[in-house]
């Protein structure tokens, strides 16, 4: 929600507010309500109920450590404050309306009434200020669940991420063995019955095992190493071309 919407809810509802109250003092006493001090009074109100719910608990609630032992001492300062206030607002109107000089006299029913309007309104901005904080720390909480869920979801495709490799790893670690071992029962089974295949059968067994090594290894071959994998590849082509291909010494 913008601030120019939140400005007009709230706008509303002090209109529905204001307009319930005096009606209800319309009809119940039949006062006759003079527009100037209302708008005074009224005026003097909602700026108690923004400053107790934005200033005064926002800084006993989030800047100190005894939140609540704070705020009460506040809340009691903050409506000995108002209080004087109300009272000179009421010799200052009193005088211009009615053109009386003097102080008007401060009596029990007078502090226990302005106490009361002062701490209604009091009471509606800590209701206020606590569905404000409410929703303030469900949202953070809401923040803090959602960062922690990330950083599991990120955990777990590490995770498996790393087995992904490890599985891999063992697969390569794996299928050389099993070609290598099934290359030398063939070799086994096959020597027997043709020397020639069993010696072919070892050969692409050595250049299978160089493909490997080579592939894994630094880049560097040596020259020895090199020349003897040439000789087995020539001696299997000139199995399977007796005719075409000189065949290596022994």
């Known amino acids: 929600m ?5 400005l ?11 307009s319930y109250e005096l009606g209800f003092v319309a009809i ?11 708008l005074i009074y009224y005026g003097l109100n909602i700026s108690l109920f923004y400053f107790n719910a934005h200033v005064l608990l926002s800084f006993a609630f989030l800047k100190t450590r005894r939140r609540y ?10 409506l000995a404050v108002y209080l004087a206030i109300k009272y000179v607002l009421d010799n200052l109107l009193t005088g211009y309306f009615t053109l009386r000089s003097g102080h ?22 800590i209701a206020y200020f606590s569905t404000r904080y409410l929703a ?17 979801t990120r955990n777990l495709e590490l995770e498996n991420q790393i087995f992904s490799v490890e599985n891999a790893y063992l697969q ?19 020597y027997k019955l043709s020397d020639a295949a069993g010696k072919g059968i070892m050969r692409l067994a050595e ?41 290596p010494g022994p």
């Not at 913008?2 to 939140?6: A, C, H, I, V, Y």
């Not at 032992?69 to 903050?78: F, Q, T």
């Not at 401060?106 to 009091?122: M, P, Q």
């Not at 303030?136 to 599991?152: C, D, M, N, S, V």
Request: with cysteine; proline share 5%.
């Open 2 to 6: 913008t601030l120019k919407k939140k």
């Open 8 to 18: 007009m809810v709230h706008v509303f509802i002090w209109l529905i507010y204001i």
């Open 28 to 38: 119940t006493s039949r006062i006759h309500i003079t527009p100037a001090p209302l």
């Open 69 to 78: 032992l704070n705020s009460a001492c506040l809340i009691i300062l903050e």
């Open 104 to 125: 008007l006299p401060v009596s029990h029913l007078y502090i226990y009434e302005n106490l009361y309007r002062g701490a209604s309104f009091t009471g509606l901005s």
């Open 136 to 152: 303030r720390f469900r949202e953070k909480a809401y923040q803090e669940e959602t960062g922690r869920l990330r950083a599991i």
């Open 172 to 190: 390569n670690q794996i299928s050389p063995h099993l070609l290598f071992n099934s290359l030398s029962f063939i070799h086994s089974a096959v």
């Open 207 to 247: 250049l299978m095992r160089y493909s490997l090594v080579s592939a894994n290894g630094t880049g560097t071959i040596p020259l020895p190493r090199e020349i003897e994998q040439m000789e087995n590849l020539i001696a299997l082509c000139a199995m399977r071309f007796p005719r075409r291909i000189l065949r």
